[in-house]
């Protein structure tokens, strides 16, 4: 995976370039705050997409889960800390294996 969707959360500096460290190329940020996020849609050269749990309302939440599932992007669901970013993102490199 080169190419990485954050969603949620919104000074994410330190944990982008943890997990461009740990092998994505390309970490994309939204940060979902305002209402009409929801129509925003999902850049296409996006490999994975991560929500911060912490910091987005459950209509968006449910908003990315659709498109991702539309365009058969691998989703995960994350608080903002590292530890549970890094065990959802490493959930997901298993089940690619």
Aim: net charge positive; with cysteine; proline share 2%.
């Amino acid at each position: 995976m080169t190419s990485l969707l954050v969603v949620g959360g919104d000074k994410i500096d330190k944990l982008a370039d943890k997990l461009e460290h740990h092998g994505f190329d390309e970490v994309i940020h939204v940060s979902g705050r305002k209402a009409k996020m929801v129509k925003t849609n999902i850049p296409q050269k996006v490999d994975l997409i991560l929500v911060l749990t912490d910091y987005i309302n459950h209509n968006l939440s449910s908003v990315i889960k659709r498109k991702a599932n539309e365009q058969s992007i691998p989703i995960c669901f994350a608080k903002r800390s590292w530890s549970s970013i890094y065990k959802e993102v490493e959930k997901i490199f298993v089940n690619q294996e």
